[in-house]
């Protein structure tokens, strides 16, 4: 038991540092409508980091081609990008504006939940050691939220909606031993919470 422990706390510590990267907004970004061209200074981010699929609005873009400096992301689904020279970037835990190629804003996770008290948010049992199902526990207040699982790598585990609820039970059976991102959001805001599975 004393081995798990130890080992459930250097992984938590080495994936936080990891999770640092896996949230890093390049600092370049261009569009043609149909791809998206990311550009990182060297070193800075490695292709396990980046996530598999980005959102420009509700159109979907995978990952194409990637190496130490730059990534390459195609239309997947939804409409193409119209505003060439200003557009926002969902990377799963934040999101990323560029306006002519530069970023200019990046919002990586709030803690500001509007439509919630943040400091009664529980996600548990964490770590998942049995059973199937991770909880979520908004407090006293009834929630309309989205909540979706990100892996560290940003791709899109579950998706599920909550209305008018304190409490919700997400199914996770078919999720590995790691280390998974919860985002809860509502349409004002959104908060990011980190949970283990180690069974």
Same mark, same amino acid.
Do not use: H, K
């Given at each position: 038991m004393t081995k798990n422990y130890y080992a459930l706390i250097l992984l938590t510590v080495l994936l936080s540092f990891t999770q640092a990267f896996a949230q890093f907004c390049p600092p370049n970004g261009f569009s043609?409508? *149909?791809?998206?061209?990311?550009?990182?200074d060297t070193g800075t981010s490695l292709c396990a980091e980046r996530p598999i699929t980005v959102y420009v609005g509700t159109s979907e873009f995978s990952i194409v081609d990637c190496d130490n400096i730059s990534s390459v992301y195609d239309l997947n689904s939804g409409d193409p990008i119209v505003n060439l020279n200003a557009f926002t970037v969902d990377f799963g835990f934040g999101t990323c504006?560029?306006?002519n190629g530069t970023l200019t804003n990046?919002?990586?996770?709030?803690?500001?939940?509007?439509d919630l008290d943040k400091t009664q948010l529980r996600v548990f049992?964490?770590?998942?050691? *049995?059973g199937n199902r991770v909880f979520v526990d908004f407090g006293s207040a009834n929630v309309?939220?989205?909540?979706?699982?990100?892996s560290v790598t940003g791709k899109r585990i579950l998706d599920t909606k909550v209305a008018n609820m304190n409490k919700a039970a997400l199914n996770v059976s078919g999720l590995n031993n790691g280390v998974y991102m919860i985002k809860i959001a509502s349409n004002t805001s959104s908060v990011t919470r980190k949970f283990v599975i180690m069974k």
């Open positions: 043609d409508g *149909t791809s998206l061209y990311f550009f990182y504006e560029y306006t990046e919002t990586l996770s709030t803690d500001s939940f509007a049992p964490n770590p998942v050691t *049995t309309n939220v989205d909540i979706t699982i990100y």
